[in-house]
């Protein structure tokens, strides 16, 4: 069966640092490009990084670029995600979750536009 488990999540001051990662199984990992994306309740999704399947392209929105790097270690089938001066506004559910071709993660506004995704972690970024 397909599973994505998020971990590494947390409570964190004002710029610190956390890495999040997503141990995948039950599918070709390496085929698929992998997201990190994250909500918070009463708001809509916001894709927050893109990777494709070998690890050579990535993908940042203006809101976390320059803070948060995105990596894989497909013979691990793992996902990263890390995070960097982190701010109050960083406070979210995060999800790793592989994309669907023709849906661009980007504009992805449930978890339901991808193919896989996985529970969450919960980053909570507070003094």
């Known amino acids: 069966e397909v599973q994505?488990?998020?971990?590494?999540g947390g409570l964190v001051q004002p710029g610190g640092s956390l890495?999040?990662?997503c141990a995948a199984s039950g599918f070709t990992f390496s085929k698929n490009d992998m997201n990190w994306?994250?909500?918070v309740p009463?708001?809509?999704?916001?894709c927050v990084s893109i990777i494709n399947g070998i690890g050579t392209s990535t993908y940042y929105p203006d809101s976390v670029k320059g803070r948060f790097t995105i990596s894989r270690d497909n013979?691990?089938?793992?996902?990263y995600l890390?995070?960097?001066s982190l701010a109050s506004e960083d406070t979210a559910m995060y999800y790793c979750a592989a994309s669907i071709y023709y849906v661009p993660a980007k504009v992805a506004t449930s978890l339901n536009d991808f193919k896989y995704w996985g529970q969450g972690t919960q980053v909570t970024v507070s003094s």
């Open 4 to 8: 994505l488990v998020e971990s590494g």
């Open 19 to 21: 890495r999040l990662s």
């Open 37 to 39: 994306v994250r909500q």
């Open 42 to 46: 009463g708001k809509g999704l916001e």
């Open 75 to 79: 013979a691990k089938s793992t996902l």
């Open 82 to 84: 890390q995070m960097n």
